[in-house]
């Protein structure tokens, strides 16, 4: 059964770091880009970024630019989503998602998805 599991999330004060990570099982991510998007209450899903299956292309929403950084260990069948200098705006379910074939910043391309894990950005 393909299944990717989020985790790592929680709750950060402004200027806080996490670490959310993207395990995948019944399937080998090697072979697929991941995208990591959020979605804040009451509002659309959003793209967050998205690595490429050999790791060597990265792209990052204008929002997170310079906070985040995604990266990915294929040896242990996971993605990560590196996230610093949290602000209160960042607070969402993040979603991590997999694609086979090039990463994309659009959700609509991504074939796998994960239950999501909330993070909140609050003093």
């Known amino acids: 059964q393909v299944q990717l599991v989020e985790s790592g999330g929680g709750l950060v004060q402004p200027g806080g770091s996490l670490r959310l990570s993207c395990a995948a099982s019944?399937?080998?991510?090697?072979?697929?880009?991941i995208g990591w998007f959020r979605q804040a209450p009451g509002k659309e899903r959003d793209f967050v970024a998205a690595i490429s299956r050999g790791g060597g292309t990265k792209y990052y929403s204008d929002s997170v630019k310079g906070r985040f950084t995604i990266s990915r260990d294929n040896a242990k069948n996971t993605v990560y989503l590196q996230m610093n200098s949290l602000k209160p705006e960042d607070t969402a379910v993040y979603y991590c998602?997999?694609?086979?074939?090039?990463?994309?910043?659009?959700?609509?391309?991504?074939?796998?998805w994960g239950q999501g894990t909330q993070v909140t950005v609050s003093s």
């Open positions: 019944g399937f080998t991510l090697d072979y697929y880009a």
């Open positions: 998602a997999a694609r086979d074939g090039a990463s994309r910043q659009n959700q609509n391309d991504y074939e796998y």
